[in-house]
Nanobody
């Protein structure tokens, strides 16, 4: 099982990034996919979720209207499009695949830094 994130980097405030998470080793289309982030000294927080069956999405209040989560089941990939980035969005971003309590996987993370 692997989840490999990419797309992070350094961006100026107001800029955009698109994160990708490619999955392998499990039935991607059956799993709820989420993006989390963790800033230094802070707890990991849920950013966005997309369901497996109907594609419903949920967002943290802090990113609502700026971030968009999407998935391509044919490519076993989940995306996080981020616009209007703020310095407080700086964090390590992780994707998570979940199907049932105790049955989930994490990626290794990709760093996003928003700074001028």
């Amino acid at each position: 099982v692997q989840l490999v994130e990419s797309g992070g980097g350094l961006v100026q405030p107001g800029g955009s990034l698109r994160l990708s998470c490619v999955a392998s080793g499990f039935t991607f289309s059956s799993y709820v996919m989420s993006w989390y982030r963790q800033a230094p000294g802070k707890e990991r927080e849920l950013v966005a979720t997309i369901h497996s069956t109907d594609g419903r999405t949920h967002y943290a209040d802090s990113v609502e209207g700026r971030f968009t989560i999407s998935r391509d089941n044919a490519k076993s990939t989940v995306y996080l499009q981020m616009i209007s980035l703020k310095p407080e969005d700086t964090a390590m971003y992780y994707c998570k695949a979940w199907i049932a309590p105790g049955n989930y996987y994490w990626g290794q993370g990709t760093q996003v830094t928003v700074s001028s």
